[in-house]
């Protein structure tokens, strides 16, 4: 049997979203005063009193959808009830008991599953004396809630508990491999209607999401977890998105916020195009989000089943995407159509690589030594009569990999130049599909690499051109040069001097064999 299921049922707008948002203590769920927000199911891991169970909010039963997918939202609906082994039945106390209350209540009974009858939205005591007259709907447990007052919340969790069947022999090891931290969380965004629904389903085996040929139909960010060769992932699924003067209410809104969040939070983003449509401002204003964020990325040209039929080519396709995003020419370009799962895995399998690359480290001598090739195939150019100087690199930071560059005057080196020093990089390094974030020090500066800078009097070191190739393979030889290495290197986050010289000779033992 694995976790127990809890599902969260009731008409639309009892108050089920905020109920699970408060158990969980989190913002999982949308909550708005329209009917209808809940549309998928949306889960949440829940370890109380040595047990474990998951939460599942459902959409409201009986809600007429206003974009006609009453039918796709009661097949989710009676998806939870058919899996779930508890069901929470929450009534609002203030609206009173009403037909639809009842209806609800005659399909519950009919599923003869254990239940709970949740009066919510009893703010005050006054409220709990009106919660018996709920009890005609069924002969169940009854206790009485309030989210915006936060009253019997651990009284809800302590009743919860003692309703779930016996404790399987799985349930400890599954609940704890469910709340270990995934290997990778995957973003999946995009506009409106690209298959990004169509894509977790794909990972997730099932009709996790609602499927529709309406745009807009997912409004939450939900998190899917998959294993794939024994690994975790987590796919978050993020709601279309539109131009923002086009946002028609305040949950199409919440769910561009979601979205942003959700790239925020990724390891990796996946960022879905339709390849029978063209490329949107919507989806230059996302690939900036994710620019913003130094996020790996994988543009994922999707439906290409259609895209044959019109004779349309991976090359022009390609060529297309990297003329309209100049600064993202790194980003590699995978080819699938989700709907029958065609290149899903490659492109999982390509995720895997880039988030590889973008937790790569290399050590400080080969750094600089590539930088060194760097500036001597193409010296920067000189500025107000001053040559730019470059004296120590270091990487201090990967996801995404940051390198720090010591030089005399950050203001020397132009942009220009430090796109060529970007592309370089990718060509010597392990980096060559993932965003390099480049910080540029001053000779007098400290760092935390954060942002935050001091300045001090300091002897010039030599530049990297005048160290020689064994100063460069091993800095520590260089005095100066170590003095501003230790300034790049101040946490235990950051790498050491050590574990390069344990990295050089890991190098040199493989070269031995």
Not at 368 to 384: F, G, L, T, Y
Request: proline fraction near 4%.
């Amino acid at each position: 049997m694995g976790i127990p299921k809890v599902a969260i049922v009731g008409r639309p707008n009892v108050g089920k979203s905020s109920l699970l948002n408060w158990l969980a203590e989190r913002l999982i769920s949308v909550v708005d005063p329209t009917a209808g927000v809940t549309r998928d199911r949306v889960t949440w891991i829940m370890h109380k009193h040595d047990r474990y169970f998951e939460l599942v909010d459902t959409g409201g039963i009986g809600i007429v959808d206003s974009d006609d997918l009453s039918a796709d939202i009661e097949r989710q609906i009676q998806t939870g009830l058919d899996e779930c082994d508890l069901m929470l039945f929450v009534v609002d106390a203030k609206a009173g008991l009403t037909p639809l209350d009842e209806q609800v209540a005659d399909r519950l009974r009919r599923m003869s599953k254990p239940t709970l009858l949740v009066v919510n939205k009893c703010d005050s005591t006054k409220l709990d004396l009106e919660a018996a007259s709920y009890l005609q709907l069924c002969n169940v447990p009854i206790i009485t809630t309030s989210v915006k007052a936060n009253r019997n919340r651990y009284e809800l969790v302590e009743k919860i508990v003692e309703l779930l069947p016996a404790a399987a022999e799985t349930e400890t090891a599954e609940g704890d491999q469910l709340l270990k931290p995934a290997d990778m969380r995957i973003a999946v965004v995009g506009r409106r209607n690209v298959g990004k629904s169509t894509f977790i389903n794909q990972l997730a085996q099932s009709e996790r999401v609602i499927v529709s040929e309406i745009a807009g139909t997912t409004r939450d960010s939900i998190d899917i977890r998959f294993e794939v060769d024994g690994k975790a992932f987590v796919a978050i699924d993020t709601p279309g998105v539109r131009k923002k003067k086009s946002l028609a209410n305040d949950i199409e809104f919440y769910g561009l916020v979601r979205a942003q969040r959700s790239i925020r939070r990724a390891d990796l983003v996946l960022m879905f195009f339709d390849a029978m449509e063209t490329i949107s401002k919507v989806d230059k204003q996302l690939v900036e989000e994710i620019s913003e964020h130094y996020k790996p990325c994988i543009f994922v040209i999707n439906k290409w089943d259609a895209a044959l039929e019109q004779e349309m080519t991976t090359d022009k396709w390609s060529k297309y995407l990297t003329t309209a995003f100049v600064s993202m020419r790194h980003v590699p370009i995978a080819i699938i159509t989700a709907k029958d799962g065609k290149n899903v895995r490659k492109l999982l399998n390509l995720a895997r690589s880039v988030y590889k690359q973008a937790n790569a480290r290399i050590s400080t001598g080969r750094l600089n030594k590539a930088v060194r090739q760097a500036i001597d195939r193409n010296p920067p150019c000189i500025r107000s009569n001053r040559r730019p100087k470059i004296f120590f690199a270091s990487q201090v930071a990967g996801a995404p990999p940051t390198i720090v560059l010591k030089c005399n005057e950050p203001a020397l080196l132009d942009e220009s130049w430090k796109r060529y020093l970007l592309g370089y990089l990718r060509e010597v390094t392990p980096f060559q599909e993932v965003p390099i974030r480049l910080i540029l020090r001053g000779r007098n500066e400290v760092n935390d690499d954060l942002g935050a800078t001091s300045r001090h009097e300091e002897v010039e070191p030599p530049e990297l051109t005048e160290l020689t190739d064994d100063q460069m393979l091993d800095p520590t030889e260089d005095v100066n040069a170590l003095e501003f290495a230790l300034d790049d290197l101040e946490s235990d986050d950051l790498l050491t001097l050590e574990d390069e010289a344990n990295e050089d000779d890991e190098d040199d033992e493989d070269d031995d064999d």
